[in-house]
Nanobody, 128 residues
């Protein structure tokens, strides 16, 4: 069964850090572009970051540039999202997704329709 599972979410104070993980089972992430998305209550889902098959030139939403870092470990079949300097507006459910039919390149951020597999999400809450 092809599956993506996110972990690492939780409650953190403003200015704090979290590292999210996106682990794949049933398929290898090697040939996929992997995106992170988030959805806050009452808001549309937005693209946060994406890493290509080779890991070069990752994409970031303007709201997270300089604070979030995406990386991948193909040996562990896992992609990470390091989130630093967290703000209350970062509060959301974070989801990872795999795009298989894009030759390993990142789709435009937010282009959820180009992703083939999705995880269930992990809650991130930034609050004092």
């Amino acid at each position: 069964q092809l599956q993506l599972v996110e972990s690492g979410g939780g409650l953190v104070q403003p200015g704090g850090s979290l590292r999210l993980s996106c682990a794949a089972s049933g398929f290898a992430l090697d040939y996929s572009a992997i995106g992170w998305f988030r959805q806050a209550p009452g808001k549309e889902r937005e693209g946060v970051s994406c890493i290509s098959r080779g890991g070069g030139m990752p994409k970031y939403a303007d709201a997270v540039k300089g604070r979030f870092t995406i990386s991948r470990d193909n040996d562990k079949n896992t992609v990470y999202l390091q989130m630093n300097s967290l703000k209350p507006e970062d509060t959301a459910v974070y989801l990872c997704a795999a795009a298989l039919a894009v030759h390993g390149r990142c789709p435009p951020l937010g282009a959820g329709a180009l992703y083939d597999y999705w995880g269930q999400g992990t809650q991130v809450t930034v609050s004092s």
